[in-house]
Nanobody, 129 residues
Framework: QVELLQSGGGLVQPGGSLRLSCVASGDTFTFYAMGWFRQAPGKEREFVAGIPWSGGQIRYGPSAKGRFTISRDKATNTGYLQMNNLELEDTAVYYC??????????????????????WGQGTQVTVSS
């Protein structure tokens, strides 16, 4: 059974950068995609970015475009979320997840919370001056 273990996060000033990591342990990452979501206090979990594990179109949520970059290293079963030019509004708990589906038609689904089967433990990112 795959477990996702997150690291990274912490306190950063506005304009700063952080990199989050998500390691799949216990078994090979066999899900279609790895995604990153975040949840701020009092708000719903929000899609940040997703990457098909074996290649394909990367997707970003509106808040991430132009500032965040998702990547993965298949050799180490690790996914990354590089976050640059962080803003106060980026403060949230960030979660990585494994899940999603793709069909022969080329349609794939990995941007909604319910499409994911396993989650990391979450890591706090606080942007503050």
């Amino acid at each position: 059974q795959v477990e996702l273990l997150q690291s990274g996060g912490g306190l950063v000033q506005p304009g700063g950068s952080l990199r989050l990591s998500c390691v799949a342990s216990g078994d090979t990452f066999t899900f279609y995609a790895m995604g990153w979501f975040r949840q701020a206090p009092g708000k719903e979990r929000e899609f940040v970015a997703g990457i098909p594990w074996s290649g394909g179109q990367i997707r970003y949520g509106p808040s991430a475009k132009g500032r965040f970059t998702i990547s993965r290293d298949k050799a180490t079963n690790t996914g990354y979320l590089q976050m640059n030019n962080l803003e106060l509004e980026d403060t949230a708990v960030y979660y990585c997840g494994g899940g999603g589906k793709a069909y022969q038609s080329g349609v794939s689904y990995f941007t909604l919370e319910h499409e994911y089967d396993v989650w990391g433990q979450g890591t706090q990112v606080t942007v503050s001056s």
